[in-house]
């Protein structure tokens, strides 16, 4: 059974930092991308950072200069590095993975469960 699970979110002032990761645990043969998604209130979930197997990274340009993100091949593990939170990060970021199981199954996105980001003005 595969699974994502996020870590490392909550309330922050303007101006703060947090740092999220994600662990992707169960039988994954290989895994393309990792990254970070978001949704506010109201809104579509959008993009945040991604970052492939080979580390070639993107970002919305929301937080060009203020996220970093990074990635551990040999433990599955993505993390977002959040500097100077501003109130519009807050949203519930989700992790996902674009890998397969094994060689006969297609690659898929796998989603984590979400977790809560909260930046006060």
């Known amino acids: 059974q595969v699974q994502l699970v996020e870590s490392g979110g909550g309330l922050v002032q303007s101006g703060g930092s947090l740092r999220l990761t994600c662990v992707a645990s169960?039988?994954?043969?290989?895994?393309?991308?990792m990254g970070w998604y978001r949704q506010a209130p109201g809104k579509q979930r959008e993009l945040v950072a991604i970052?492939?197997?080979?580390?070639?990274?993107s970002f919305a340009d929301s937080v060009k200069g203020r996220f970093t993100i990074s990635r551990d091949n040999a433990k599955n593990t993505v993390t977002l590095q959040m500097n100077s939170l501003k109130p519009e990060d807050t949203a519930v970021y989700y992790c996902?993975?674009?890998?397969?199981?094994?060689?006969?199954?297609?690659?898929?996105?796998?989603w984590g469960q979400g977790t809560q980001v909260t930046v006060s003005s």
């Open positions: 996902n993975a674009n890998g397969r199981t094994d060689w006969g199954s297609a690659f898929q996105d796998y």
């Open positions: 169960g039988t994954f043969l290989s895994i393309n991308a």
């Open positions: 970052i492939t197997d080979i580390r070639t990274t």
